[in-house]
Nanobody
Framework: QLQLVESGGGLVQPGGSLRLSCAASGFTLDYYAIGWFRQAPGKERKGVSCISSSADNTYYADSVKGRFTISRDNAKNTVYLQMNSLKPEDTAVYYC??????????????????????WGQGTQVTVSS
């Protein structure tokens, strides 16, 4: 049973920080690119960040660049999204997603949701005073 589970969301003040985790079960993440996406109320789901299976390539949406950091720990089968300097506009349900990568694609990742095979259930992040 292939499964991704997000955790670490919650309510924070503007300017605060959260670290989201995406833990895989039923498979190992070594050969998977991972993306983080978010969906704000009344809006479409958008790519936030992604990381290649080799962790040598990352992407950040302009809206989060310099504030968010994606990382992975394959030994723990977990990917993280460190979110600093949070703004009310960051309020959304955050999802992680994974896609298996073949030989030669270890440096690839994509911010497009259409590239991903497996999805977590989402975790709510609310930034409010």
């Amino acid at each position: 049973q292939l499964q991704l589970v997000e955790s670490g969301g919650g309510l924070v003040q503007p300017g605060g920080s959260l670290r989201l985790s995406c833990a895989a079960s039923g498979f190992t993440l070594d050969y998977y690119a991972i993306g983080w996406f978010r969906q704000a109320p009344g809006k479409e789901r958008k790519g936030v960040s992604c990381i290649s299976s080799s962790a040598d390539n990352t992407y950040y949406a302009d809206s989060v660049k310099g504030r968010f950091t994606i990382s992975r720990d394959n030994a723990k089968n977990t990917v993280y999204l460190q979110m600093n300097s949070l703004k009310p506009e960051d309020t959304a349900v955050y999802y992680c997603a994974a896609v298996r990568i073949g030989p030669g694609g270890w440096s690839w990742c994509s911010p497009s949701e259409y590239e991903y095979e497996y999805w977590g259930q989402g975790t709510q992040v609310t930034v409010s005073s």
